[in-house]
């Protein structure tokens, strides 16, 4: 597109641009940065070049106490002071001479340095002559007085020369400077230079660009103002419409929900009421038939004397009688127990609970905070159902040695809860299993009551780390229900 080509092209000219002016400034840096690395050493050098002519002073000075008229009387000290002297003189010169603090010495400098080495030569073979001589006490002897006057000599050439390498050192240091200077005002210079090029290049034409493309935009706008206004009149029907269309759809869903629920419900209900009727009936006529058996075989065994073989018969058939009845009882007691309707949820969960540890050996304990309190019929089946459910998997799947059931009920809430201590399950391969429709261990139907009373339910598990199952019914919900039951029954 156009607009592309041309931000490509401003973009390259403003790249450019800039990395002209990053490298003059880099350039610029690095020159100072070596003038001035140059420039660290000047001062130390003046400095080391003006202490030889003090040092060379000081030997003379030296030099003529020890050999005058009268010898002093710190001889040994003053001769360590003049050998300390003339070695550091000894140092300083050939630092200077060979270049060693800066890069190199100029051809100047060194042109100096070699006219004034006679002299350093004459005056150091003169004093290191005079601090042997004195050190052996040679102060008097004839050689040493001409090794002073030689000293004297050539010392105030050396000092001559000295402040000429001296001078020459500053007027050195002054013409870098003077160069920097120059350098700096040449790459500032350039750098405006450069800057105006992109003034006149770069930025001019796309201002220029930019005010034409703010045009195009304001009429743009104009025109997608209008539009705009169009579109929004549109938009506030369609919106209209959907929000319509979605009140009667979410009507309907909820309308098809309820319906559902209650089938359900009704069924769910009937079951129940088949169940107590099973329940009924087998507590009521079978059991009594049974216990009329028992009781009849009991007096057989009361009469006369039976053979062995007889009364063995008749022991085994009352054993056998003794435990139809319990199955008959635990069978009337699954499907509706009576303890559930004449004495409420906790009563029944109590024995349920009770019942699980004397058959299976698990330690299940109850736990519960409203023992004379009574709910509704439908949510006191729906949490015995849960209940009994949770704890029959438990029993099959869970591997466990415990078992903690627990009903507790606060101002705003109903809360059940089985937890167990087995081998747990992974929750993730549970949800695939019940994609695939394969067995879900009764989570399904516990899941399903809880939706029939508007309960909350989640089941937490991992493998190694039990299986924790909590139900949670809102007051306002147990209400409801507990309404809708009174109106059932009216």
């Known amino acids: 597109m156009p607009y592309k080509k041309v931000s490509r092209t401003f973009t390259r000219l403003y790249v450019l641009a800039l990395t002209a002016v990053a490298a003059l400034s880099i350039l610029g840096q690095v020159l100072v940065q070596r003038l001035l690395s140059d420039h660290q050493t000047d001062s130390k050098i003046i400095n080391l070049a003006g202490r030889q002519r003090f040092q060379s002073q000081l030997i003379a000075k030296t030099c003529l106490r020890l050999l005058g008229n009268s010898v002093p009387p710190d001889t040994v000290r003053q001769v360590q002071i003049l050998r300390t002297w003339l070695q550091r003189w000894e140092q300083s010169h050939q630092t200077l001479s060979q270049g060693q603090l800066s890069r190199n010495n100029s051809p100047e400098i060194n042109g100096m340095f070699a006219r004034i080495e006679p002299h350093f030569q004459a005056v150091r073979t003169s004093a290191r002559r005079i601090?042997?001589?004195?050190g052996q006490g040679r102060a008097a002897n004839q050689p040493l007085a001409d090794d002073l006057a030689v000293l004297?000599?050539?010392?105030?050439i050396f000092l001559q020369q000295m402040d000429a390498i001296v001078a020459q050192y500053e007027r050195e240091a002054t013409e870098k400077v003077v160069r920097l200077s120059r350098m700096e005002g040449v790459l500032l210079a350039v750098t405006l230079l450069v800057l105006v090029l992109e003034a006149l290049v770069v930025f001019r034409p796309a201002v220029r660009r930019l005010r034409e493309t703010i045009i195009a935009l304001i009429e743009a706008e104009n025109n997608a103002l209008q539009m705009n206004e169009e579109l929004t009149a549109l938009n506030q029907s369609l919106h209209e419409t959907r929000e319509e269309l979605m009140?009667?759809?979410r009507r309907q869903y909820v309308r098809r929900i309820e319906a559902q629920r209650l089938r359900t419900a009704y069924v769910v209900q009937g079951q129940e009421e088949e169940r107590k009727r099973l329940a009924r009936d087998l507590h009521d006529g079978l059991g009594q038939m049974l216990t009329a058996l028992k009781l009849g075989i009991e007096n057989l065994g009361t009469g006369a004397e039976l053979a062995p073989v007889t009364a063995r018969r008749l022991a085994d058939l009352k054993q056998l009688v003794s435990q139809t009845i319990g199955e008959v009882r635990a069978i009337s007691f699954n499907l509706m127990p009576v303890v559930l309707?004449?004495?409420?949820?906790?009563?029944a969960l109590r024995l349920l609970t009770s019942q699980v540890s004397k058959n299976t050996g698990l330690s299940v304990t109850f736990s519960t905070n409203m023992e004379d309190r009574r709910l509704s019929h439908e949510v006191e089946v729906a949490l015995y159902r849960i209940a009994q459910e949770s704890l029959n998997n438990t029993v099959k799947y869970a591997n466990?040695?415990?078992?903690q059931v627990a009903l507790t009920a606060s101002r705003d809430k109903l809360r059940l809860v089985v937890a167990d201590d087995g081998i747990g399950f992974d929750m993730a391969e549970l949800r695939k299993k019940r994609q695939g429709n394969t067995a879900r261990h009764g989570l399904s139907y516990i899941v399903e009551r809880a939706r029939l009373v508007n309960a909350k339910i989640s089941v937490t598990s991992a493998p190694g780390r039990g299986t924790t199952v909590r139900v949670t019914l809102l007051a306002e919900e147990e209400g409801k229900k507990a309404a809708e039951t009174i109106g059932d029954e009216s």
């Open 131 to 134: 601090a042997v001589g004195v």
């Open 152 to 156: 004297l000599h050539h010392e105030p």
């Open 247 to 249: 009140h009667a759809t």
């Open 341 to 347: 309707n004449d004495f409420g949820i906790a009563s």
């Open 400 to 403: 466990a040695k415990s078992v």
